[in-house]
């Protein structure tokens, strides 16, 4: 079994920042491209940023510049570096990660969520 949890959300000001990271753990090979999402109340889920097994990353446009994505391979873990929030940016942020299983079949695995909460 495959599982990605996050943590580093809370509440911040205005023009605060926050580090989220997104630890996969289980039985599989290998990560292929993880992505962050969020969900605002009442609204759709989206996506916020990708960053493939190469390092390569893409950002939406409404965080370029202020958000940074990377990984480290080796602990299998991803992280959301989050600057100049402003209360737009709350929501509950979700980490996805598409895994290479031990067959080589792949696997997309999501978390639960950590709350990022941006008072103004």
């Known amino acids: 079994q495959v599982q990605v949890v996050e943590s580093g959300g809370g509440l911040v000001q205005a023009g605060g920042s926050l580090r989220l990271s997104c630890a996969a753990s289980g039985n599989f090979r290998s990560i292929n491209t993880m992505a962050w999402y969020r969900q605002a109340p009442g609204k759709q889920r989206d996506l916020v940023a990708t960053?493939?097994?190469?390092?390569?990353?893409d950002y939406a446009d409404s965080v370029k510049g202020r958000f940074t994505i990377s990984r480290d391979n080796t602990k299998n873990t991803m992280y959301l570096q989050m600057i100049s929030l402003s209360p737009e940016d709350t929501a509950l942020y979700y980490c996805k990660a598409i895994c290479v299983s031990v067959f080589g079949t792949y696997i997309e695995v999501w978390g639960q969520g950590t709350h990022v909460t941006v008072s103004s």
């Open positions: 960053v493939t097994s190469g390092g390569s990353t």
